[in-house]
């Protein structure tokens, strides 16, 4: 199926969504790049997407709820064996001071083996705004973007938890 001329074309699978970008003269700007957002690793360095992407590109896996650390972790792991860059974005629903965060990042740094706290980024400003670019409610599923290195979202999965269909339907 796919959509009005002015927005992304779909292909619809079951309990997944695949959204293939068109041309950026096909799509509003704010759901060709992505929203900027303001974050921490754990291990404390300040991260501003999309100007702190890396210049190839990579996979951003976002969390807005607690509830989506699972899905989170499965796509975390099927990516890993396809040896792709990933990040980790826990997400804050309401933008907040990284200090306000220190509680959920010491929590998560618990959980998390010190050598992974550099992918993991919790952004605490911006969440609004990428759950409005792309129409995302907080809930229990990962949201998955693969971006450029100057912030262009080439795919995304938004609907529906991680499968093998899923996962081969974002991968480069």
Same mark, same amino acid.
């Given at each position: 199926m796919s959509s009005a001329k002015s927005g992304p074309? !779909? !292909? *619809?699978m079951?309990?997944?969504? =695949?959204?293939?970008? &068109? $041309?950026?003269?096909?799509?509003?700007m704010q759901h060709v790049l992505l929203p900027n957002l303001e974050g921490t690793t754990l291990s404390g360095r300040r991260?501003?997407? &999309?100007?702190? %992407?890396?210049?190839?590109?990579? =996979? =951003? *896996?976002?969390?807005?709820?607690?509830?989506?650390?699972?899905d989170v972790g499965a796509w975390k792991a099927a990516l890993?064996?396809?040896? %792709?860059?990933? %990040? $980790? =974005? &826990? +997400?804050?629903?309401l933008d907040a001071g990284a200090e306000d965060l220190e509680g959920v990042a010491s929590a998560m740094r618990a959980h998390v083996p010190q050598g992974a706290w550099e992918q993991v980024i919790q952004v605490h400003r911006g969440g609004a705004a990428l759950?409005?670019?792309?129409?995302?409610? #907080?809930?229990?599923?990962?949201? *998955?973007?693969?971006?450029?290195?100057?912030?262009?979202?080439? #795919?995304?999965?938004? +609907?529906?938890p991680f499968?093998?269909?899923a996962l081969s339907a974002?991968?480069?």
């Open positions: 074309h !779909e !292909e *619809v079951p309990r997944h969504r =695949l959204v293939v970008m &068109p $041309s950026p003269c096909e799509v509003p991260i501003e997407f &999309p100007r702190d %992407l890396p210049e190839t590109g990579l =996979l =951003l *896996v976002i969390g807005f709820t607690h509830a989506a650390r699972h890993a064996t396809q040896g %792709l860059p990933v %990040l $980790s =974005l &826990p +997400t804050a629903a759950r409005e670019a792309y129409g995302w409610q #907080a809930d229990a599923c990962a949201k *998955v973007l693969r971006v450029t290195g100057v912030g262009m979202v080439l #795919a995304r999965h938004d +609907t529906g499968t093998p269909l974002i991968l480069p």
